[in-house]
T-cell receptor
Framework: DTEVTQTPKHLVMGMTNKKSLKCEQH?????MYWYKQKAKKPPELMFV???????INESVPSRFSPECPNSSLLNLHLHALQPEDSALYLC???????????????FGPGTRLLVL | QQQVKQSPQSLIVQKGGISIINCAYE??????FPWYQQFPGKGPALLIA?????SEKKEGRFTISFNKSAKQFSLHIMDSQPGDSATYFC?????????FGEGTQLTVNP
């Protein structure tokens, strides 16, 4: 089973709202990722968690706050977003080999976010 | 150094034809090259992947050709079908990050 699930599928929020995106995987993967994808563009890496610890933050604005409560779950907390943050937000996971080398990343279906 | 260049940007093929998408990279530290297929409104799905010690890998109608000396790799889709119409991303990894190409929008006409 290579399934990564994400909720909600769609989200509309105002610029003053607080919302959270959720991601779950049960493949035993110890690396989890958040990506942002704009239309007709490749995914852009936002955050990487390795063994439930934040290992990479690609200079993402603080209005995006990731959280990894356990090895199966990944959250992205959203606050005071801007209309330009509207995008497809993708979660992915992968195994972590010895030396921190990451293997194939498996993506979830994404959350389509619209900020009004 | 981290860039992966993908071409063409869009491709139209007749049903039963061969679709070819090319990618080139510069960073010789890349050691893993996956291809992802993405349908509208869905997340990217792993299609096929190759490591640089192999020159070709085939899975069903999908083949990756890899030229290490030229730092190029390509995806061939044999007997293309309308259901293959999607956006294809090549990618390269050096262990810590996955670098994507810009994507190719493939349309297979019936």
């Amino acid at each position: 089973d290579t399934e990564v699930t994400q909720t909600p599928k769609h989200l509309v929020m105002g610029m003053t709202n607080k919302k959270s995106l959720k991601c779950e995987q049960h493949m035993g993967h110890r690396a989890m990722y958040w990506y942002k994808q704009k239309a007709k563009k490749p995914p852009e890496l936002m955050f990487v968690y390795s063994y439930e610890k934040l290992s990479i933050n690609e200079s993402v604005p603080s209005r995006f706050s990731p959280e990894c409560p356990n090895s199966s779950l990944l959250n992205l907390h959203l606050h005071a977003l801007q209309p330009e943050d509207s995008a497809l937000y993708l979660c992915a996971s992968s195994r972590l080999q010895v030396g921190g080398i990451r293997e194939t990343q498996y993506f979830g279906p994404g959350t389509r976010l619209l900020v009004l | 150094q981290q860039q992966v260049k993908q071409s063409p940007q869009s491709l139209i093929v007749q049903k039963g034809g061969i679709s070819i998408i090319n990618c080139a990279y510069e960073n010789t530290a890349f050691d893993y090259f996956p291809w992802y297929q993405q349908f509208p409104g869905k997340g990217p799905a792993l299609l096929i992947a190759i490591r640089p010690d192999v020159s070709e890998k085939k899975e069903g109608r999908f083949t990756i050709s890899f030229n290490k000396s030229a730092k190029q790799f390509s995806l061939h889709i044999m007997d293309s079908q309308p259901g293959d119409s999607a956006t294809y991303f090549c990618a390269a990894s050096s262990g810590s990050r996955l670098t994507f190409g810009e994507g190719t929008q493939l349309t297979v006409n019936p």
